[in-house]
């Protein structure tokens, strides 16, 4: 498989459930990260990673707990979230070397829907 | 005021018909300037970016930046029922790379 690929696609859970989003990217890049997108609003950046070491966090709730373990894995784990968490989570990845531009390549996203 | 500014539209034009898409900005520090189209159902994919001021010209498509406005603009020339898409504008500094700004898009639909 190429590019950069999520799973689940779809999730629904209720305020109570824990449970986690994968990325998983096939480019060889060094640099991945989590957006959010909701509706009527712009893409959100929400994390950061670079060569496994977080180097953003846009002031996102500790609901939201990233995960790197290498390049080419992300996790989004989540817990006791709110309603107005309902989103596409949007993972990407992007070289992290050399000047920018540091193009982002974006997989298809996991819809979530908070109950 | 929002860092970018993009109107939502829906933007609705016949086939063949010639699209102008729009972001205005208001940090003067902004030098990479992208366009992702994004699919019902997908996540964004780059089409064109351009480094400060000018223009740049691929097949149907042409992004002009005007850093003295704080404008840029997407052209789609002999528009197709395939460009229907949301157009999202998105820029960064020099000293920010990774950390993209994107306008909230505008969706757009050709009609054959």
């Known amino acids: 498989e190429t590019g950069v690929t999520q799973t689940p696609r779809h999730l629904v859970m209720g305020m109570t459930n824990k449970k986690s989003l994968k990325c998983e990217q096939h480019l060889g890049h060094n640099a991945m990260y989590w957006y959010k997108q909701s509706a009527k609003k712009p893409l959100e950046l929400m994390f950061v990673y670079n060569f496994k070491e977080q180097t953003e966090n846009n002031s996102v709730p500790s609901r939201f707990s990233p995960e790197c373990p290498n390049s080419s894995h992300l996790f989004l784990h989540l817990h006791t979230l709110q309603p107005e968490d309902s989103a596409l989570y949007l993972c990407a990845s992007s070289h992290g070397q050399g000047g920018p531009p540091d193009t982002q390549y974006f997989g298809p996203g996991t819809r979530l829907t908070v109950l | 005021q929002k860092e970018v500014e993009q109107d939502p539209g829906p933007l609705s034009v016949p086939e063949g018909a010639i699209v102008s898409l729009n972001c205005t900005y208001s940090?003067?520090?902004?030098?990479?300037f992208m366009w992702y189209r994004q699919y019902s159902r997908k996540g964004p994919e780059l089409l064109m970016y351009t480094y400060s001021s000018g223009n740049k010209e691929d097949g149907r498509f042409t992004a002009q930046v005007d850093k003295s406005s704080k404008y840029i603009s997407l052209f789609i020339r002999d528009s197709q029922p395939s460009d229907s898409a949301t157009y999202l504008c998105a820029m960064s500094g020099d000293q920010g790379a990774q950390k993209l700004v994107f306008g909230q898009g505008t969706r757009l639909t050709i009609n054959p």
């Open positions: 940090n003067s520090a902004f030098q990479y």
